[in-house]
């Protein structure tokens, strides 16, 4: 169900950056993706990080490949299938943390979500990295 949830996520926000007709279940189908290949990495992999790192390689893969075939940039799949894996509640708690002058909890939770964070963009990278040099070979 989970799933399902992130799909409806990514394909919501998919309308809001203005992606247009057939491609918005292509992007919602990225978020539903990206969220299962969390859960499964999760439930193998020791550190949160080495998930999101995984699910971001995922998606930037999915996103690369459909923009060769659909003929559309792959941000337009890339930005709306990431929103899922966003650390947003991270965010919160660290802003959350350090208002009431809980100096451990903010570098806790920060440290965290600034790890979350780099591993998404790292993954991003490397994801479309290994797309783009796959079609050169």
């Known amino acids: 169900m989970d799933i399902l949830w992130a799909a409806l996520a990514s394909g919501t926000f998919a309308i809001v950056f203005n992606v247009r007709g057939r491609h918005i279940p292509f992007a919602a189908l990225g978020g ?9 990495s999760s439930s193998v992999a020791p550190a949160t990080g080495v998930a999101y790192f995984l699910a971001s390689i995922g998606i930037a893969l999915y996103a690369e490949i459909l ?25 919160y708690y660290t802003l959350a943390s350090s ?9 806790t ?10 591993a998404i963009a790292a993954g ?3 994801g479309s ?3 783009r040099l796959s079609k050169r070979l």
């Not at 539903?32 to 499964?40: E, N």
């Not at 009431?100 to 909890?105: I, K």
């Not at 939770?109 to 780099?118: D, Q, S």
Request: with cysteine; charged share 5%.
């Open 32 to 40: 539903g993706l990206g969220w299962g290949i969390y859960v499964v």
């Open 67 to 91: 923009a060769g075939l659909l003929k559309r940039p792959a941000t337009t799949y890339l930005v709306c299938a990431l929103i899922p894996l966003v650390p947003g509640g991270g965010m």
């Open 99 to 107: 208002l009431q002058g809980d100096l451990q909890g903010t570098l």
């Open 109 to 118: 939770i920060g440290f965290e979500t600034l790890t979350i964070a780099g």
């Open 124 to 126: 991003v990278a490397i």
């Open 129 to 131: 990295a290994i797309a």
